[in-house]
């Protein structure tokens, strides 16, 4: 009756192992960013992200807007006052973007790994 129980008390710390080896991997874990769009303005105008980032949008102007890649590889819907909109990065992806419907509001991602 003592060797199972040992047995298992060994299998619970090699469990317990396991999830600390993989808390250096959470900690680089994906990151939600956002971006408030204000004024005719993407703030922050630059943002640094890594793949596996989400980016919310999220529209605090009386205007509608959107967020749309300079080459239009990707875009998010139109977001009326009040509404939100997120994107995944992804490793190559366009870091321009701007709002389709004001072309002069530009804004960039850096993307690192
Ligand atoms: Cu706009």
């Known amino acids: 009756m003592t060797k199972p ?60 807007h959107d967020a749309t890649a300079k080459d239009k590889s990707w875009k998010i819907k139109t977001l009326r006052p009040g509404k939100r909109a997120d994107i995944t990065v992804t490793a190559g992806m366009t870091t321009e973007y701007y709002c389709s419907f004001h072309p002069a509001m530009k804004a960039s991602l850096t993307i690192v790994s």
């Not at 710390?13 to 993407?42: M, W």
């Open 5 to 64: 129980t040992t047995r298992r008390a060994l299998m619970a710390g090699a469990a317990a192992t396991g999830v600390l080896a993989a808390l250096p991997i959470s900690a680089t874990a994906a990151t939600r960013h956002e971006i408030e769009i204000r004024d005719f303005k993407f703030i922050p105008a630059t943002l640094t992200v890594k793949p596996g980032d989400t980016i919310r949008w999220r529209n605090r102007d009386r205007a509608p």
